[in-house]
């Protein structure tokens, strides 16, 4: 394990996670347009999903890599969704 979140191994996880969320951030046209062209292609996860909206799944990743905020605030954000998916855990 991590040795906890108090733990020198945990706060380095969430450190590379957020920088790993902010470049991710940083491309996310490139991102966005390579689920496009996947969506084109019928790439079964994106053109048969369940709910048969592609783009809709699209848009649904687009609004999770909240272009609207700073990295700084972005990477609350995410070390917030860290925190929430330990406790779903626990």
Partial sequence: ???G?????YQQFCSLACQAYNLLRKRAGLVLNLLHLMSDAGIEDLSNNPSGDA?????????RFKLDLSDEQAEVYFVQLI???LSALA
């Fill in 5 to 9: 979140q108090d733990s020198q191994e």
């Fill in 83 to 85: 925190k929430e998916s």
């Fill in 1 to 3: 394990g991590m040795g």
């Fill in 55 to 63: 783009e809709g799944v699209i848009a649904e990743v687009e609004k």
